[in-house]
């Protein structure tokens, strides 16, 4: 098989699996705890950068477009969920990915990947979902930073830290062989 053909199924897949995230959510508030963000994070961990991205990319328009992919699906639908109070955290899922997939680079055969890589595209990768994430929830709902970091971001911090190490688990396994594949 192609390569090209190969990207375009693990994109494929990665979008699917971040999709099927949505199922397990735990609303909390305006931002629910969801498992999107452990596939959004292994997409870049294991695709790389551009791949990885582009798994996420095609989640997001998947959503925007009305599909029932974000977490609590419900109302509202489509494009105005990413205007809505987690869409700052959905377009941090590309940034997270990016980064990720970035520090990791692209999976090639034959080369193991240095588990402190792993480690820190990881941690960095999960981190900077929090960067657009909290800058839109601040300005939504209209609070000062105390505020914004009470809701946005210490109730996920330790369920985001055990995702992290599970993709760092997960991911080098995967990285071998999706590597293989691409020969």
């Known amino acids: 098989m192609n390569k090209k053909f190969h990207a375009l199924v693990f994109v494929a897949l ?7 995230g949505a ?3 735990f609303p ?3 931002v629910p705890i969801v498992l999107q963000n452990l596939f959004t994070l292994l ?15 095609l989640f ?9 992919v974000f977490a609590n699906n419900g109302s509202p639908m489509g494009i105005a969920r990413l205007l809505g109070p987690s ?3 959905l377009f941090g899922y590309l940034l997270g990915a990016f980064v ?6 692209f999976p090639r055969p034959g080369v193991k990947t240095p588990v402190w890589r792993i480690v820190l595209a990881a941690a960095t ?3 900077v979902v929090y960067i657009p994430g909290l800058i839109r929830l601040k300005f939504f709902l209209n609070v000062d930073w105390k505020q914004t970091f009470i809701v946005g971001f210490l109730p996920f911090m330790i369920g985001d830290i055990i995702k992290g190490v599970i993709a760092g688990l997960i991911s080098p396994r995967l990285r071998r062989t999706i590597a293989q594949l691409f020969v």
Do not use: E, K
């Open 87 to 89: 869409g700052g955290y």
């Open 23 to 25: 199922f397990i959510a």
């Open 60 to 68: 997001i328009a998947a959503g925007a477009v009305g599909a029932p």
């Open 125 to 127: 990768g999960m981190f």
């Open 100 to 105: 990720a997939g970035l520090i990791v680079g």
């Open 43 to 57: 997409s870049g961990l294991v695709l790389g950068p551009v791949l990885g991205t582009a798994a996420v990319g």
């Open 28 to 30: 909390i508030g305006p």
């Open 14 to 20: 990665f979008a699917a699996l971040i999709s099927a």
